[in-house]
């Protein structure tokens, strides 16, 4: 199996915490650990950050993010931010999509619009 077929694969099989961080990152652009773990605490999923270290850090070994060193208020961090690119991104989606169809058809449809709907009615 090719490299990137793999890492498509594997962010098919994300898990929630996972996805929140990438989530956070695709939104930020780049954030250090301190920040994510602050918006986590924001969004009420209060979690130690230690466990976003250990997130970031197989994220990190997976190639789903990067990160470098940068100096921030005198101290040097690591700054994170997603490596995965907007064609991946819109595979990933069709390929959930295409799954969740496969297995309820035109209800599924019915649900993704309705969801849909209501989180352009809310703004979210």
Do not use: C
């Amino acid at each position: 199996m090719e490299q990137s077929e793999r890492r498509k694969k594997l962010l098919l099989m994300i898990g929630p915490l996972e996805a929140d961080v990438i989530g956070i990152l695709n939104e930020l652009r780049e954030a250090t650990a301190m920040t994510i773990w602050e918006e986590l605490a924001k969004r009420n999923k209060k979690t130690a950050y230690t466990t976003i270290l250990t997130v970031l850090s197989r994220l990190y070994t997976r190639g789903f993010i990067n990160k470098r060193e940068k100096v921030i208020n005198n101290t040097r961090q690591f700054v994170y931010e997603l490596a995965i690119s907007d064609d991946v991104k819109a595979e990933i989606v069709k390929d959930h999509l295409d799954l969740i169809i496969k297995m309820f058809g035109k209800d599924a449809i019915r649900i993704i619009k309705d969801y849909i709907d209501k989180i352009e009615s809310h703004g979210n």
